[in-house]
């Protein structure tokens, strides 16, 4: 079946650096789009970056610049290295298949459990 398993968050201090992992399996990979989203507390679930099948990538106006999103086809893995790591930036962080490329929770129809990432001032 399909899955889709978040790893690599943690507790960094503003400034630092984390990188995500998402280990997927159970469907043709490098044929779908892959995104990352992320939700606060209270907050709906938000858009942070996409990387489509032929590895071309989109990103949120907030992130660009500080977070890169790329995938490794050999290994159905889509990475996430995140700069420059602000408080804001604290959330559960999701993985998700993508229906197609999109920015929407909407075009995503297989999510991880997420990752907790917090940034402390």
């Known amino acids: 079946q399909v899955q889709v398993v978040e790893s690599g968050g943690g507790l960094v201090q503003a400034g630092g650096s984390l990188r995500l992992s998402c280990a997927a399996s159970?469907?043709?990979?490098?044929?779908?789009?892959m995104g990352w989203f992320r939700q606060a507390p209270g907050k709906e679930r938000e858009f942070v970056a996409g990387?489509?099948?032929?590895?071309?990538?989109y990103y949120a106006d907030f992130v660009k610049g500080r977070f890169t999103i790329s995938r490794d086809n050999a290994k159905n893995t889509v990475l996430l290295q995140m700069d420059s790591l602000k408080p804001e930036d604290t959330a559960v962080y999701y993985c998700?298949?993508?229906?197609?490329?999109?920015?929407?929770?909407?075009?995503?129809?297989?999510w991880g459990q997420g990752t907790q990432v917090t940034v402390s001032s």
């Open positions: 998700a298949r993508g229906l197609y490329s999109s920015t929407s929770p909407r075009g995503y129809d297989y």
């Open positions: 159970g469907f043709a990979f490098s044929a779908y789009p």
């Open positions: 990387v489509r099948s032929g590895g071309n990538t």
